[in-house]
Nanobody, 123 residues
Framework: QVHLVESGGGLVQAGGSLRLSCAASGRTFSSYAMGWIRQAPGKERGFVAAISWIENTYYADSVKGRFTISRDNAKNTVYLQMNSLKPEDTAVYYC?????????????????WGQGTKVTVSS
């Protein structure tokens, strides 16, 4: 069992930056693929970014060039650096883990989910 805890959300003005963190329990964090998925008010959850166990990364088109996903296996933590934030980035951001190590093709393939952290971008 893996327990994920997100932090770093908050209120920021458009154009600003935030860094989200997701701390994971367990000894096998380095072998997991990790992802960030977000859910805006009134919308379905949508993919943001993911990183495989060998640190291949993948981003949604809407965040490419603005967001960066990274991981620190020594700290069992994955990060999402968000720059040039836009009001449309407002959402609850969830961290998820996939035990296969490969980036899932669909959200339902993730094995573990955190509770989410809220990001609000004001215009």
């Amino acid at each position: 069992q893996v327990h994920l805890v997100e932090s770093g959300g908050g209120l920021v003005q458009a154009g600003g930056s935030l860094r989200l963190s997701c701390a994971a329990s367990g000894r096998t964090f380095s072998s997991y693929a990790m992802g960030w998925i977000r859910q805006a008010p009134g919308k379905e959850r949508g993919f943001v970014a993911a990183i495989s166990w060998i640190e291949n990364t993948y981003y949604a088109d809407s965040v490419k060039g603005r967001f960066t996903i990274s991981r620190d296996n020594a700290k069992n933590t994955v990060y999402l650096q968000m720059n040039s934030l836009k009001p449309e980035d407002t959402a609850v951001y969830y961290c998820a883990a996939d035990a296969s190590g490969s980036i899932p093709q669909a959200q339902y393939e993730y094995d573990y989910w955190g509770q989410g952290t809220k990001v609000t971008v004001s215009s």
